[in-house]
């Protein structure tokens, strides 16, 4: 069964520091997503990318927060200058046209941890 | 501005008896709902779906009543099993003219099904 990818598992890094998560959509998906969920809250969505551009970004997603989908089959999500409340899971999500449901597949997720 | 509720924080049940997971919304522009099981270090997994059309959706031993008048919709899952035992996610969907869809999540009802 195809997968959503993400990587790495976990990431430490200090306050300040830029980090970039990365994610493999599924090869036929054309919509891309990134949720995160801050330890034992909801999971809120950040963004959503298709035809290489940014359809929508919540409040959350500021100018510290940027997408790019480099060479057509990473995705990745990039903190310029974390700060403590970025710590959270981060999930990369990809859905094929009309794909709600079974067609929506998450990652497993990053965990990115700011000190 | 929560417009998905989950109220329920935790859920326990035994094993072979039903679990009743419910969950409120607030926004009427939504037209379908989807819940998602969770297990730790995963991503959230698709279960089931209902469009705002209909009022119930049954997939095994899974059923979701969708309460348009009320806002309000629930998960039953009949007869519980240990390996249910996972955090359950409401989610909403918004969907725009350009074909993705936003989710927007509650914050989840663990539920733990014993012996």
């Known amino acids: 069964e195809p997968e959503v990818t993400q990587t790495p598992s976990h990431q430490v890094t200090q306050m300040g520091q830029e980090v970039i998560l990365r994610c493999v959509p599924i090869?036929?998906?054309?919509?891309f997503y990134w949720y995160r969920q801050i330890l034992g809250q909801k999971v809120e969505f950040l963004v959503s990318?298709?035809?290489?551009?940014?359809?929508?970004k919540s409040e959350i997603f500021d100018d510290q927060f940027s997408v790019e989908r480099p060479d057509g089959s990473n995705f990745t999500l990039k903190i310029r200058s974390t700060k403590l409340e970025d710590s959270a899971m981060y999930f990369c999500?990809?859905?094929?046209?009309?794909?709600?449901?079974?067609?929506?597949?998450f990652g497993s997720g990053t965990r990115l941890t700011v000190v | 501005d929560q417009q998905v509720k989950q109220n329920s924080p935790s859920l326990s049940v035994q094993e072979g008896r039903i679990s009743i997971l419910n969950c409120d919304y607030t926004?009427?522009?939504?037209?379908?709902f989807l819940w998602y099981k969770k297990y730790p270090a995963e991503g959230p997994t698709f279960l089931i779906s209902i469009s705002s059309i209909k009022d119930k959706n049954e997939d095994g031993r899974f059923t979701v009543f969708l309460n348009k008048s009320a806002k309000h919709l629930s998960l039953h899952i009949v007869p519980s099993q240990p390996g249910d035992s996972a955090v359950y996610f409401c989610?909403?969907?918004?969907?725009?003219?350009?074909?993705?869809?936003?989710?927007?999540f509650g914050a989840g009802t663990r539920l733990a099904v014993h012996p």
């Open positions: 090869s036929n998906h054309l919509y």
């Open positions: 990318f298709y035809n290489n551009e940014i359809s929508e």
């Open positions: 989610a909403a969907r918004e969907m725009f003219s350009g074909g993705y869809n936003k989710l927007i």
């Open positions: 999500a990809s859905e094929r046209v009309g794909g709600i449901g079974y067609g929506y597949t």
């Open positions: 926004n009427s522009m939504f037209d379908y």
